[in-house]
């Protein structure tokens, strides 16, 4: 994603946040990020700062690949961005290039991690509304449902950013229009409350939404095995990595590789993409203008 933009000299608002899910910041971790702001609320697992006039001293990128496991950041001229870093073996088998439309995201390796990388540009007329008090309490779940092989948030990420050509005719190529649409996973007509949270964070049309959940599958949990069955009939080799890899706390990439082992969760189960993006968009355009006519 591209860098924060430069602020405005008048009426200014920017918010930063960061939190620390798989490993706690130590001591001295706390001191190196307090050096960067004098002003924000610190702890060993969070930072959060306001300002209205200046600017964070910091590498929000850096923070991200070097303590905290979310960023969450937003600006009263309409700039939205959402940062998660995770085990890449939790999305190992996932064609990420399929939900990266423009640059509404970036997903990109750092070490053993992946981090994604969310942004939403509103436009002159809906840039702020002041009654919106996003915090990243809101979006950590989505954390856990992607290691959990919940491929929902990234489907809405798509969705939210064809969205914008609805808007914007100009945002991208006309060829555009032709290429399929990623494979639609189960459940999105019944999302989390996460997911809600992040399609609103990120601006996607609920016509849109509502039209790309009308040929999604309900979630259903069947054919999972009982874990005790499951882990009893591992190799020890596959549960001796995994302890070894909780002692060390590497708990998120241990559960992701245990899961991906298991295969066939629900949580990752997704039909294959049939819609161009110019049909869901067209449908969708179609919805709304039926729904404007009752």
Known sequence: MPP????????EYQFYEFLAVDRPLT??????????????????????????????KGSPDELVRKYYDLHLYYANWGTRRLVL?????????VDLDQYVVGEHMDARRSGKNLILDLG??????????????????????????????DLRPLYLVFLAAIGV????????????????????????GEL???QQALAAFLRLDTDLLAEAAS????????GQPAPREWVTALPTKVKDDALVALLAGDHAAARARLLRRLGGTASNTAAEGTRTIGELLDAAAKRKQERDEL
């Open 27 to 56: 001591a001295d971790q706390q001191a190196s990020v307090r050096a960067l702001s004098t002003r924000a609320r610190i702890t060993s697992t969070s930072f959060v700062n306001e300002y209205e006039w200046g600017d964070f």
């Open 4 to 11: 924060e933009p430069e602020p405005s000299t008048v009426s």
């Open 120 to 149: 939403s540009e509103g436009d002159t007329e809906d840039y702020w509304d002041e009654d919106e008090e996003w915090t990243i309490g809101g979006f950590a779940a989505l954390r856990a449902e992607l290691l959990d092989g």
């Open 192 to 194: 989390t409350g996460a």
């Open 85 to 93: 870093k995770i085990p890449a073996v939790a999305l190992s088998g």
């Open 215 to 222: 040929t999604s599958r309900p979630r259903d949990a069947v």
């Open 165 to 188: 050509w609805a808007i914007d005719e100009d945002a991208f190529d006309y060829a555009d229009g032709d290429v399929l649409e990623p494979p639609v996973p189960d459940g999105l």
